[in-house]
């Protein structure tokens, strides 16, 4: 990371790149878990749950005066959280085991961002259709 201080502002603005922010926090997690071994849907829940996880992090990160107490162990998602079965298509389709964790990790969250954006495309011309943006 580089940074920068913005004295206008009185801040120090870092350059981040939160890909890969999300990469190590993927890994991070499951690195200390037979990875390879978790079923195509186990694996999905418990990189949905560290990206959450992350997520909440940075959320909580970006309020003044706000801190998680400690960290908490990885916490899987729901079976029915819609973002698992994106992630088992791809899995099954792909020879998984055999990737480094890094390669994987980058995979899997390219795959959500993928699935994400069609996501929200889909619900924009939804709106448009329906008059509502």
């Known amino acids: 990371m580089s940074g920068l201080v ?3 502002r009185g801040l120090i603005v870092v350059d981040r790149d939160p890909t890969a922010d999300y990469v190590a926090a993927v890994t991070e997690a499951l690195a200390p878990h037979a990875w390879r071994h978790m ?10 749950g560290a990206v959450d996880q992350h997520s909440l992090t940075e959320l909580v990160g970006d309020i003044p ?3 998680l107490l400690s960290a908490r162990p990885l916490e899987p998602a729901d079976l029915d959280d819609s973002r698992v079965g994106v992630l088992v298509d791809m899995l099954v389709k792909h020879a998984w085991r055999e990737c480094t964790l890094d390669t994987l990790a980058v995979r ?3 795959t959500l961002a993928a ?3 069609d996501r929200d ?5 939804l709106r448009e259709l329906l008059g509502d943006g």
């Open 115 to 117: 699935w994400q954006l």
């Open 65 to 67: 005066g706000a801190r």
């Open 6 to 8: 913005d004295a206008r």
């Open 108 to 110: 899997m969250l390219g």
């Open 39 to 48: 079923t195509a849907p186990m694996l999905a829940r418990c990189v949905i």
């Open 121 to 125: 495309r889909l619900a924009d011309e």
